[in-house]
Protein backbone atom coordinates (compact mmCIF):
# COMPACT_ATOMS: atom_id res chain seq x y z
CA UNK A 1 0.00 0.00 0.00
CA UNK A 2 1.35 3.09 -0.86
CA UNK A 3 0.44 6.67 -0.38
CA UNK A 4 0.44 7.40 -4.06
CA UNK A 5 -2.17 5.37 -4.88
CA UNK A 6 -4.76 7.87 -3.08
CA UNK A 7 -2.99 10.64 -4.05
CA UNK A 8 -5.49 12.52 -6.75
CA UNK A 9 -5.03 12.81 -11.01
CA UNK A 10 -2.87 14.98 -12.74
CA UNK A 11 -6.18 16.44 -14.22
CA UNK A 12 -7.59 16.74 -10.84
CA UNK A 13 -4.34 18.88 -9.70
CA UNK A 14 -4.70 20.91 -12.82
CA UNK A 15 -8.21 21.88 -11.64
CA UNK A 16 -6.83 22.57 -8.36
CA UNK A 17 -4.73 24.92 -9.38
CA UNK A 18 -7.41 26.77 -11.90
CA UNK A 19 -9.29 27.17 -8.60
CA UNK A 20 -6.52 28.80 -7.11
CA UNK A 21 -6.07 31.39 -9.91
CA UNK A 22 -9.66 32.55 -9.58
CA UNK A 23 -9.23 32.88 -5.73
CA UNK A 24 -6.15 34.99 -6.04
CA UNK A 25 -8.14 37.30 -8.21
CA UNK A 26 -10.93 37.49 -6.07
CA UNK A 27 -8.40 38.03 -2.70
CA UNK A 28 -6.88 40.67 -4.30
CA UNK A 29 -10.28 42.63 -5.43
CA UNK A 30 -11.30 41.87 -1.42
CA UNK A 31 -7.95 43.82 -0.59
CA UNK A 32 -8.52 46.55 -1.91
CA UNK A 33 -11.75 46.42 -0.52
CA UNK A 34 -10.55 45.92 3.18
CA UNK A 35 -8.00 48.59 2.14
CA UNK A 36 -10.18 51.54 1.67
CA UNK A 37 -13.22 49.90 4.10
CA UNK A 38 -11.16 49.87 7.31
CA UNK A 39 -9.91 53.35 7.21
CA UNK A 40 -13.21 54.90 5.96
CA UNK A 41 -15.44 52.39 8.70
CA UNK A 42 -13.63 53.40 11.41
CA UNK A 43 -12.76 57.02 10.79
CA UNK A 44 -16.45 57.61 10.50
CA UNK A 45 -16.83 56.41 14.11
CA UNK A 46 -13.42 58.59 14.99
CA UNK A 47 -14.92 61.48 13.38
CA UNK A 48 -18.87 60.96 14.89
CA UNK A 49 -17.24 60.55 18.50
CA UNK A 50 -15.21 63.62 18.43
CA UNK A 51 -18.31 65.62 17.21
CA UNK A 52 -20.36 64.51 20.15
CA UNK A 53 -17.28 65.37 22.50
CA UNK A 54 -16.96 68.69 20.79
CA UNK A 55 -20.90 69.48 21.53
CA UNK A 56 -20.35 67.69 25.17
CA UNK A 57 -17.89 70.52 25.84
CA UNK A 58 -20.32 73.49 25.70
CA UNK A 59 -22.42 71.86 29.11
CA UNK A 60 -19.34 70.79 30.72
CA UNK A 61 -16.88 72.40 33.15
CA UNK A 62 -13.97 74.38 31.47
CA UNK A 63 -11.36 72.61 34.05
CA UNK A 64 -13.43 68.92 32.48
CA UNK A 65 -13.95 69.55 28.59
CA UNK A 66 -13.10 66.09 26.84
CA UNK A 67 -12.71 64.64 30.38
CA UNK A 68 -16.05 65.01 31.92
CA UNK A 69 -18.07 61.93 32.59
CA UNK A 70 -20.05 61.74 29.74
CA UNK A 71 -17.01 62.32 27.68
CA UNK A 72 -15.53 59.49 28.92
CA UNK A 73 -18.53 57.00 28.79
CA UNK A 74 -18.74 58.36 24.93
CA UNK A 75 -14.86 57.13 24.34
CA UNK A 76 -15.77 53.91 25.60
CA UNK A 77 -19.08 53.37 23.54
CA UNK A 78 -16.90 54.95 20.95
CA UNK A 79 -14.04 52.37 21.24
CA UNK A 80 -16.69 49.50 21.27
CA UNK A 81 -18.23 50.52 18.03
CA UNK A 82 -14.92 51.23 16.11
CA UNK A 83 -14.15 47.49 16.98
CA UNK A 84 -17.60 46.16 15.31
CA UNK A 85 -16.88 48.63 12.37
CA UNK A 86 -13.05 47.27 12.04
CA UNK A 87 -14.77 43.30 11.84
CA UNK A 88 -17.34 44.53 9.68
CA UNK A 89 -15.18 46.01 7.43
CA UNK A 90 -13.21 42.56 7.36
CA UNK A 91 -16.07 41.18 5.93
CA UNK A 92 -15.63 40.81 2.63
CA UNK A 93 -11.98 38.94 3.20
CA UNK A 94 -13.69 36.85 6.37
CA UNK A 95 -16.32 36.12 3.92
CA UNK A 96 -14.07 35.30 0.70
CA UNK A 97 -12.03 32.84 3.04
CA UNK A 98 -14.65 31.06 4.24
CA UNK A 99 -16.15 30.66 0.79
CA UNK A 100 -12.30 29.31 -0.36
CA UNK A 101 -12.62 26.57 2.13
CA UNK A 102 -15.84 25.01 0.92
CA UNK A 103 -14.78 25.23 -2.34
CA UNK A 104 -11.26 24.32 -2.03
CA UNK A 105 -11.46 21.04 0.44
CA UNK A 106 -13.69 19.60 -1.77
CA UNK A 107 -11.90 20.03 -4.88
CA UNK A 108 -8.89 18.75 -3.47
CA UNK A 109 -11.42 15.55 -2.41
CA UNK A 110 -11.89 15.72 -6.25
CA UNK A 111 -11.22 11.99 -6.27
CA UNK A 112 -13.88 10.99 -3.76
CA UNK A 113 -17.13 10.03 -4.97
CA UNK A 114 -19.90 11.01 -3.14
CA UNK A 115 -17.89 13.78 -1.01
CA UNK A 116 -19.32 16.08 1.20
CA UNK A 117 -17.96 19.05 3.39
CA UNK A 118 -18.83 19.97 6.68
CA UNK A 119 -17.77 22.62 9.22
CA UNK A 120 -18.11 22.36 13.01
CA UNK A 121 -21.01 19.73 13.09
CA UNK A 122 -20.62 16.43 15.54
CA UNK A 123 -19.32 13.73 12.91
CA UNK A 124 -21.74 10.76 12.09
CA UNK A 125 -19.37 8.04 13.63
CA UNK A 126 -17.91 10.04 16.56
CA UNK A 127 -20.23 8.43 18.88
CA UNK A 128 -19.72 4.72 17.53
CA UNK A 129 -15.74 5.44 18.79
CA UNK A 130 -14.42 3.32 21.56
CA UNK A 131 -14.00 5.75 24.49
CA UNK A 132 -10.85 3.91 25.39
CA UNK A 133 -9.39 4.71 22.63
CA UNK A 134 -8.19 8.54 23.66
CA UNK A 135 -9.29 8.20 27.36
CA UNK A 136 -11.23 10.40 29.58
CA UNK A 137 -12.69 13.58 28.09
CA UNK A 138 -15.65 15.62 28.94
CA UNK A 139 -15.95 18.37 26.24
CA UNK A 140 -15.23 18.14 22.35
CA UNK A 141 -15.16 20.56 19.29
CA UNK A 142 -15.11 19.51 16.23
CA UNK A 143 -13.63 21.77 12.83
CA UNK A 144 -13.30 20.84 9.13
CA UNK A 145 -15.57 17.45 8.36
CA UNK A 146 -14.90 15.49 5.10
CA UNK A 147 -16.79 12.33 4.02
CA UNK A 148 -17.46 10.08 0.78
CA UNK A 149 -16.06 7.32 -0.78
CA UNK A 150 -12.75 6.23 -2.77
CA UNK A 151 -13.23 3.35 -4.69
CA UNK A 152 -14.93 0.91 -2.59
CA UNK A 153 -13.52 2.17 0.67
CA UNK A 154 -16.34 4.82 2.74
CA UNK A 155 -14.79 7.07 5.55
CA UNK A 156 -15.60 9.47 7.18
CA UNK A 157 -12.55 11.95 8.05
CA UNK A 158 -12.36 15.32 10.95
CA UNK A 159 -10.47 17.39 12.70
CA UNK A 160 -11.66 16.65 16.83
CA UNK A 161 -9.71 18.26 19.35
CA UNK A 162 -11.07 16.42 22.98
CA UNK A 163 -10.21 17.79 26.52
CA UNK A 164 -11.20 17.36 29.94
CA UNK A 165 -11.27 20.63 32.61
CA UNK A 166 -10.07 23.95 31.46
CA UNK A 167 -7.88 26.53 31.77
CA UNK A 168 -4.50 25.68 34.03
CA UNK A 169 -6.05 22.19 34.23
CA UNK A 170 -6.90 21.57 30.94
CA UNK A 171 -5.74 18.18 30.15
CA UNK A 172 -5.88 17.16 26.25
CA UNK A 173 -6.59 13.90 25.49
CA UNK A 174 -6.68 14.16 21.48
CA UNK A 175 -6.12 16.91 19.09
CA UNK A 176 -5.56 15.57 15.57
CA UNK A 177 -7.22 14.17 12.69
CA UNK A 178 -10.08 10.98 12.75
CA UNK A 179 -10.67 8.45 10.29
CA UNK A 180 -13.56 6.38 10.74
CA UNK A 181 -14.26 3.86 8.19
CA UNK A 182 -16.07 0.36 7.36
CA UNK A 183 -14.05 -2.30 7.89
CA UNK A 184 -13.59 -5.49 5.13
CA UNK A 185 -14.67 -7.90 7.91
CA UNK A 186 -16.67 -6.89 11.32
CA UNK A 187 -14.41 -7.53 14.41
CA UNK A 188 -16.34 -9.61 17.22
CA UNK A 189 -16.14 -6.64 19.74
CA UNK A 190 -13.59 -4.05 20.51
CA UNK A 191 -9.95 -3.51 20.32
CA UNK A 192 -8.17 -0.58 20.58
CA UNK A 193 -4.29 0.32 20.00
CA UNK A 194 -4.07 3.38 22.11
CA UNK A 195 -0.83 5.21 23.89
CA UNK A 196 0.19 3.47 27.09
CA UNK A 197 -1.40 4.29 30.17
CA UNK A 198 0.94 5.32 33.30
CA UNK A 199 1.53 3.21 36.76
CA UNK A 200 -1.66 4.99 38.15
CA UNK A 201 -4.02 4.72 35.32
CA UNK A 202 -2.66 1.25 35.40
CA UNK A 203 -3.38 0.83 39.22
CA UNK A 204 -7.04 1.99 39.40
CA UNK A 205 -7.76 0.07 36.08
CA UNK A 206 -6.63 -3.04 37.58
CA UNK A 207 -8.91 -2.27 40.72
CA UNK A 208 -12.07 -1.55 39.03
CA UNK A 209 -10.99 -4.15 35.85
CA UNK A 210 -14.15 -3.69 33.64
CA UNK A 211 -14.45 -6.65 30.37
CA UNK A 212 -10.98 -5.10 28.32
CA UNK A 213 -8.22 -7.19 28.62
CA UNK A 214 -4.77 -6.45 27.44
CA UNK A 215 -2.35 -7.87 25.06
CA UNK A 216 0.64 -7.87 24.06
CA UNK A 217 1.88 -7.56 19.96
CA UNK A 218 5.13 -8.99 20.33
CA UNK A 219 7.37 -6.33 18.76
CA UNK A 220 8.99 -4.50 21.69
CA UNK A 221 9.04 -1.33 20.29
CA UNK A 222 5.24 -1.19 19.84
CA UNK A 223 4.69 -2.97 22.80
CA UNK A 224 6.40 -0.12 24.92
CA UNK A 225 4.36 2.50 23.55
CA UNK A 226 1.16 1.06 22.91
CA UNK A 227 -1.51 -0.73 24.74
CA UNK A 228 -3.40 -3.06 22.83
CA UNK A 229 -6.98 -3.43 24.81
CA UNK A 230 -9.80 -6.12 23.77
CA UNK A 231 -12.84 -7.34 25.00
CA UNK A 232 -12.63 -10.75 23.27
CA UNK A 233 -8.99 -11.22 23.36
CA UNK A 234 -9.33 -15.32 21.45
CA UNK A 235 -10.28 -13.06 18.14
CA UNK A 236 -8.17 -10.18 19.08
CA UNK A 237 -4.55 -11.62 20.05
CA UNK A 238 -4.12 -13.36 16.11
CA UNK A 239 -4.65 -9.42 14.90
CA UNK A 240 -2.53 -7.70 17.27
CA UNK A 241 0.51 -9.88 16.32
CA UNK A 242 -0.03 -9.61 13.02
CA UNK A 243 -1.36 -7.21 10.44
CA UNK A 244 -2.39 -4.47 13.18
CA UNK A 245 1.33 -4.56 14.31
CA UNK A 246 2.05 -3.89 10.74
CA UNK A 247 -0.52 -1.40 10.58
CA UNK A 248 1.20 0.46 13.54
CA UNK A 249 4.81 0.21 11.94
CA UNK A 250 3.80 1.52 8.88
CA UNK A 251 2.28 4.50 10.64
CA UNK A 252 5.29 5.10 12.85
CA UNK A 253 7.43 5.51 9.12
CA UNK A 254 4.40 8.05 7.59
CA UNK A 255 2.83 10.16 10.29
CA UNK A 256 6.10 11.67 11.94
CA UNK A 257 4.05 14.03 14.49
CA UNK A 258 2.65 12.37 17.42
CA UNK A 259 1.77 8.55 18.18
CA UNK A 260 -1.26 7.83 16.04
CA UNK A 261 -4.05 5.29 17.10
CA UNK A 262 -6.28 2.90 16.35
CA UNK A 263 -9.86 1.29 16.98
CA UNK A 264 -11.82 -1.64 15.65
CA UNK A 265 -15.54 -2.34 17.20
CA UNK A 266 -17.50 -4.42 15.07
CA UNK A 267 -18.19 -3.11 11.15
CA UNK A 268 -16.47 0.26 12.41
CA UNK A 269 -12.97 0.88 12.25
CA UNK A 270 -11.18 4.23 13.50
CA UNK A 271 -7.61 6.00 12.86
CA UNK A 272 -6.48 8.70 15.13
CA UNK A 273 -3.64 10.67 13.78
CA UNK A 274 -2.74 13.39 16.38
CA UNK A 275 -1.76 16.53 15.50
CA UNK A 276 -1.25 20.01 16.76
CA UNK A 277 -1.66 22.42 13.80
CA UNK A 278 -4.85 22.91 11.94
CA UNK A 279 -4.57 20.54 9.22
CA UNK A 280 -6.87 21.82 6.58
CA UNK A 281 -5.20 25.60 7.94
CA UNK A 282 -5.01 28.21 4.74
CA UNK A 283 -2.93 31.40 4.96
CA UNK A 284 -4.63 34.55 5.81
CA UNK A 285 -6.41 36.66 3.01
CA UNK A 286 -3.27 38.95 2.84
CA UNK A 287 -0.92 35.87 1.98
CA UNK A 288 -1.25 34.51 -1.66
CA UNK A 289 -2.38 30.77 -1.60
CA UNK A 290 0.76 29.07 -2.90
CA UNK A 291 -0.10 25.47 -4.61
CA UNK A 292 3.50 23.85 -3.66
CA UNK A 293 3.90 25.68 -0.17
CA UNK A 294 0.18 25.58 1.26
CA UNK A 295 -1.99 22.85 -0.70
CA UNK A 296 0.82 20.18 -2.16
CA UNK A 297 1.72 19.50 1.61
CA UNK A 298 -2.04 18.80 2.47
CA UNK A 299 -2.87 16.82 -0.36
CA UNK A 300 0.41 14.28 0.46
CA UNK A 301 -0.55 13.65 4.18
CA UNK A 302 -4.04 13.30 3.10
CA UNK A 303 -2.55 10.32 0.70
CA UNK A 304 -0.58 9.27 3.70
CA UNK A 305 -3.57 9.17 6.15
CA UNK A 306 -6.14 7.70 3.24
CA UNK A 307 -3.29 4.82 2.65
CA UNK A 308 -2.78 4.08 6.32
CA UNK A 309 -6.76 3.29 6.44
CA UNK A 310 -7.09 1.55 3.80
CA UNK A 311 -4.13 -0.82 5.53
CA UNK A 312 -6.07 -1.19 8.59
CA UNK A 313 -9.26 -2.12 7.22
CA UNK A 314 -7.80 -5.22 6.16
CA UNK A 315 -6.63 -6.08 9.76
CA UNK A 316 -9.68 -8.21 10.22
CA UNK A 317 -9.88 -9.45 7.10
CA UNK A 318 -9.29 -13.04 5.92
CA UNK A 319 -6.45 -13.34 3.41
CA UNK A 320 -7.41 -13.01 0.03
CA UNK A 321 -10.52 -10.76 1.09
CA UNK A 322 -9.85 -7.25 0.03
CA UNK A 323 -6.05 -7.94 -0.11
Known amino acids: MEAADFMPSEAVIAGIRRG????????ASARRQVRW????F???????????????????????????????????????VAVLAYFRALRPAAR?????????LPMIFGFVRDVRYQHGTRPNSFDRMP?????????????????????????????????????????????????????IEPFPGT???????????????GM???????????VDDLDNTYEFRTDNIEAARPLVTGRMAQALTWLRETWPYD?????????????????????????????????????????????????TAALVRKIGARDGVGV
Open 131 to 183: RETVGAFSRQSFDDIISGRYEDFPFELYEARLWEGSGKSETIAFKGIIIAFET
Open 42 to 80: VGLVVVFVALIAWLFNAAADPHEQWLSTPHVFLYIGGLA
Open 37 to 40: RVPV
Open 96 to 104: LQRSFRDTL
Open 208 to 218: FAGKMQELSCG
Open 259 to 307: QARVALSGSDGFLLMPRSKNFFELPDISEPIDYNRHVAPMITDLGAMLA
Open 20 to 27: IEEYEAKR
Open 191 to 205: LVAARKAGKVVHFFR
